[in-house]
Nanobody, 131 residues
Framework: QVQLVESGGGSVQAGGSLRLSCAASGFTYSRHCMVWFRQTPGKEREREGIATIDSDGSTSYVDSVKGRFTISRDNAENTLYLQMNDLKPEDTAMYYC???????????????????????WGKGTLVTISS
């Protein structure tokens, strides 16, 4: 049974940091593209792929988080991370990790709807940033 379980969300003030984790099981994690998405309040019909890391370790970010967020993966522990620094109120969202076949990451960055072409999704962790 495939599972993606996010953790690490919470409420912090602007300028603070959080580290999200996503524990994966039930599939060959190391061979998958992994993506952090976020869904902002009031925009439940769309999601934004903000950071991707493919099976070869290559990463990409949307401009709004570049330089502030870092995605990484531990294939030995089947865990995905998102280090978020210098957080802003506009980063407030539900954050999800998702998996797709290796090589798909180049398609996953940016705004999308529905399943966004991803194979597996976690249930999300809420991040709230106050000004």
């Amino acid at each position: 049974q495939v599972q993606l379980v996010e953790s690490g969300g919470g409420s912090v003030q602007a300028g603070g940091s959080l580290r999200l984790s996503c524990a994966a099981s039930g599939f060959t994690y190391s061979r998958h593209c992994m993506v952090w998405f976020r869904q902002t309040p009031g925009k439940e019909r769309e999601r934004e792929g903000i950071a991707t890391i493919d099976s070869d370790g290559s990463t990409s970010y949307v401009d709004s988080v570049k330089g502030r967020f870092t995605i990484s993966r531990d294939n030995a522990e089947n865990t995905l991370y998102l280090q978020m620094n210098d957080l802003k109120p506009e980063d407030t969202a539900m954050y999800y990790c998702a998996a797709a076949s290796a090589g798909y990451c180049y398609m996953a960055r940016g705004v999308c709807a529905g399943e966004c072409g991803m194979d597996y999704w976690g249930k999300g962790t809420l991040v709230t940033i106050s000004s």
